[in-house]
């Protein structure tokens, strides 16, 4: 695979600080029963990287003294981890919002037949990959099968109430470009795909978010044996809105790794670009939040899918 971080450290980016922690994201492995072209984790149903149940303790714990609000499970696909139940029904008992990062798919494989019930019962936002509407587009991108699956997993949710105008069960959707380009407008593109989806497959859905694909792993290496990385650089800089570095999401969050590293975002954890106190890598069980609420974020090129247009985060755009 071919490396983008090279290029990326040459590019500057203005200097941002955290502002105080909030949200966590936890990367709990790379398995995942997908393999998608876009993957920015590189992730697969061969890697075998996945958390130990030592550092999900120390976690817990973090987020308990630290009086943590959101939690957000990443992968892989975080579902495959063997303690995932554990956790969501701990966090559950915490009071602590949890949202499951969902590739849908996982939903109808063998042996995860009651995973959607376990998210109902639990209150577990769900945000929900579907880079579009359209079946050869999906299965372009993710795999074969990979559409008619997504829409069966979605009908599951919607049976248990999620995405129903009276429940508080809370399903989005995600949207990414094909390839390398920008999104086009959130809400007009939310108000195409509810009506597709409604329409054709009687499925709904709260929200739609729309997220820049960042030029790192997999996604990234592609560009580079297009040669398109350059170009798609050029687009995201000139993109660029000064506007949006008030509101990137690493300002208000840390993301930690499955051997429970600490960095500004999951893009940085992909870029091995960690957060350090002296020459050493922070880890979760040494972490005290006054180590990183106001200090410096690590930046460089690929940040600019954060703040290219209306701005990128796991929520989506920035500035609507
Ligand atoms: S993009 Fe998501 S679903 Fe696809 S391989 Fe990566 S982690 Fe798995
Ligand atoms: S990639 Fe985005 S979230 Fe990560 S450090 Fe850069 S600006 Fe922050």
């Avoid at 600019?304 to 989506?316: D, E, I, L, P």
Wanted: aromatic share 8%.
């Amino acid at each position: 695979m071919l490396d983008t971080l090279p290029l990326l450290k040459k590019i500057y980016f203005p200097p941002i600080k955290r502002k105080n922690v909030t949200i966590l994201q936890i990367n709990l492995g790379y398995r995942c029963n997908q393999q998608c072209l876009h993957c920015h984790v590189n992730a697969g149903p061969k890697r075998t990287e996945e958390m130990s149940h030592r550092v999900l303790l120390h976690t817990l714990e973090f987020i308990k003294n630290n009086h943590i609000k959101v939690v957000d499970l990443t992968g892989g696909a975080p579902e495959m981890h063997p303690d995932f139940l554990f956790l969501i029904k701990t966090l559950k008992a915490m009071s602590v919002k949890v949202i499951d990062r969902c590739n849908l798919t996982i939903l109808n494989e063998p042996g995860y037949e009651s995973l959607a019930t376990s998210l109902a019962d639990n209150n577990i936002e769900v945000v929900a990959s579907m880079p579009c509407y359209l079946e050869e587009n999906v299965n372009k991108q993710r795999g074969n099968g990979v559409f008619i699956r997504s829409i069966e997993a979605l009908r599951q949710l919607n049976q248990l109430g999620y995405g129903q105008a009276d429940s508080s069960r809370v399903l989005n959707l995600v949207y990414n470009p094909q390839g390398a380009s920008l999104s086009p407008d959130q809400l007009s593109l939310e108000r195409d795909y509810k009506k597709f989806l409604l329409e054709k497959f009687d499925i709904v859905f709260n929200q739609l978010f729309t997220i820049t694909n960042v030029p790192v792993k997999r996604f990234g290496s592609m560009l580079m044996s297009n040669s398109e990385l350059i170009p798609y650089m050029d687009l995201l800089q000139s993109a660029h809105q000064n506007n949006n570095l008030e509101e990137v999401m690493c300002r208000y969050q840390l993301s930690i790794d499955w051997q429970g590293y600490i960095y500004d975002c999951d893009f940085n954890q992909m870029l091995d670009l960690p957060l350090k106190k002296q020459a050493q890598k922070l880890h979760i069980s040494q972490l005290n939040i006054k180590d990183v609420d106001n200090k410096d974020i690590v930046v460089a090129g690929h940040c600019y899918a954060c703040t290219a247009g209306k701005g990128s985060s796991c929520g989506g755009v920035l500035n609507e």
